[in-house]
């Protein structure tokens, strides 16, 4: 994506599009056969990159020309030959895509990692647009092993506004093994807990969903007596793998419309988006429409994406986007700007904590295309649950989570640890349902939250084949044991 700006007559020529029809109807798919598409040459590779005024190697997916990640059309194919240059071996997830199993990208889940100097095709079906992205199922996603995933429909192409990827991430200097190992061992450097109690202050809701500092902490805390946040202190936070020391400046037109695409690509890290002196529009949440939202603030966990839509005044001014960081004072960001707009630098930190990230935006969600109503054929309860010594997670009930073709298919999930967990379905979408038992036709999505203390309970159509992961999204619980499957008949 080069500079991360993408102008609508820049992505009708983007190598990897094909032009196709958008439906109006359930999860946007599209109508279109498959037009044939030129597959795009997309490697794994080490870069180098500055961070705090270092030059640090790290991880990419890059196309020919030094692109970052994939701009494609719905109605066509994703077409992709992945190329293995990083000397060791990998595989990558088409997070939001749900492709054939063989496909997934989950290393043994069914296909084996790449081999160094590797290539593998990649070709499926391309039915539904939105803001997704790709990356490691492994350690390396910590090493920026990570991009966006852009897919077109075409009524974007009808209106004319800049659109805008920020992608974030939390960065350490220190190795993804080495985090693990003082996470499990209770080595201090990397394991830092915050709790609730100790939260007070943090800004307030400014009417776009964003949670007020003691209305869903409250909510877990409850429950469970506090709830802890932030166990690796990063040493920095990147929005386009920059921190605002040094942010990406995009150069929008004065009064013009801008479409933010935002995805929290952290391995660990939730943040709140804040958009200052704007006011926005939320218009999508995981890829998928919502009637829209309103106002300045808006949280996201770890593997989520926002669509926002913005109308900049005509003052010539710019304009930080910025997102905080849960709990704590850290910041990042990017400056849309004007030509001629004086750009001045934004301190690293603010003075207050970020909110926590709950369940009140969650609330106020809604699918502009819901799924179609009917009653559950399989219905399934699980318990996520872990503990800080020793570091592990689990999900009690993962096991039984065994379907069919054509089944509908609901599960709620409880929180009785005290982390919250962003829980992500492989290979399909789902709706969330209800919240606390309170039922709802809530957004649809591949990724919610579920807070310390929380219930949760979405539902989705079994109708992929294979057996697809269902796991936390914060990295370090993942590769610990909270993961578990969605198992079809037949598929071991």
């Given amino acids: 994506m080069g500079s991360i700006v993408n ?9 990897c599009s094909v032009l196709g029809l958008a439906a ?45 990640g994939i701009v494609a059309q719905a109605g066509g194919d994703f077409a992709v030959n992945l190329i293995n240059q990083l000397g060791e071996p990998t595989l990558i997830h088409w997070h939001g895509l749900t492709p054939p199993w063989m496909q997934d990208g989950v290393p043994d889940s069914p296909m084996p990692m790449l081999a160094p100097g590797e290539i593998r095709p990649y070709r499926f079906a391309l039915r539904s647009g939105g803001t997704h992205w790709m990356h490691a199922h492994t350690l390396q996603e910590q090493n920026l092993l990570a991009a966006p995933l852009i897919v077109r429909v075409e009524e974007d192409d009808a209106v004319d506004e800049h659109n805008v990827v920020m992608m974030l991430h939390d960065f350490s200097f220190t190795p993804a093994e080495e985090l693990l190992a ?31 500092k003691n209305a869903d902490a409250g909510h877990g805390m409850a429950a469970m007596g506090g709830m802890d946040l932030n166990d690796i202190e990063y040493d920095a936070y990147l929005a386009n793998e920059r921190t605002l020391a040094d942010p990406e400046v995009i150069r929008v037109e004065n009064g013009g419309k801008v479409r933010l695409r935002i995805i929290n690509g952290a391995t660990a890290t939730a943040f709140t988006v804040d958009l200052g002196a704007l006011m926005g529009e939320l218009i999508a949440v995981d890829g998928h429409d919502i009637e829209p939202v309103t106002g300045s603030v808006f949280p ?63 609330r106020r969600l809604r699918a502009r295309y819901s799924l179609p109503v009917r009653a559950p054929d399989k219905r399934f309860s699980v318990t996520l649950d872990g503990t800080m010594e020793g570091y592990n997670w689990w999900i009690d ?36 349902v ?38 936390c999204h914060h990295l370090y619980h993942m590769v610990t044991g909270m993961m578990s499957f969605v198992t079809y008949d037949g598929f071991a």
Avoid: C
């Fill in 397 to 432: 009930g993962g096991d039984a989570l065994k379907v069919s073709q054509g089944n509908r298919v609901e599960i709620t999930m409880r929180n009785k640890s005290m982390m919250a967990h962003p829980m992500h379905l492989h290979g399909h979408v789902f709706q969330v």
């Fill in 182 to 212: 003082r996470l499990r061992g209770g080595m201090g450097g990397g394991h830092t807990m915050h709790h609730g109690g100790g939260m007070h202050g943090a800004p307030a809701d400014k009417s776009g969903g964003a949670e007020k």
């Fill in 24 to 68: 109006i109807g359930s999860v946007r798919d599209a109508l279109a056969q498959p037009a044939f598409t030129p597959p795009v040459d997309l490697t794994m590779a080490r870069r180098t990159i500055e961070v705090n005024g270092r030059a640090v190697s790290v991880y990419g997916l890059l196309q020919p020309d030094g692109t970052r």
């Fill in 300 to 362: 996201m966990t770890m593997a989520q994406r926002l669509d926002i839509r913005l109308t900049l005044p005509k003052t010539g001014a710019a304009f930080p986007i910025l997102a905080l960081r849960e709990g704590a004072s850290q910041r990042t960001g990017i400056i849309l700007a004007p030509q001629e707009a004086e750009v001045r630098r934004i301190s690293e930190t603010e003075e207050k904590a970020g909110p926590l990230v709950g369940l009140d935006l969650e």
């Fill in 434 to 471: 209800a919240l606390d038992g309170i039922a709802m036709q809530g957004a649809v999505r591949d990724t919610v939250l579920v807070p310390p203390g929380a219930t949760v309970t979405v539902v989705f159509d079994a109708d992929n084949p294979g057996r697809w992961p269902f796991h």
């Fill in 7 to 15: 102008r609508r007559d820049f992505l009708k020529n983007t190598t």
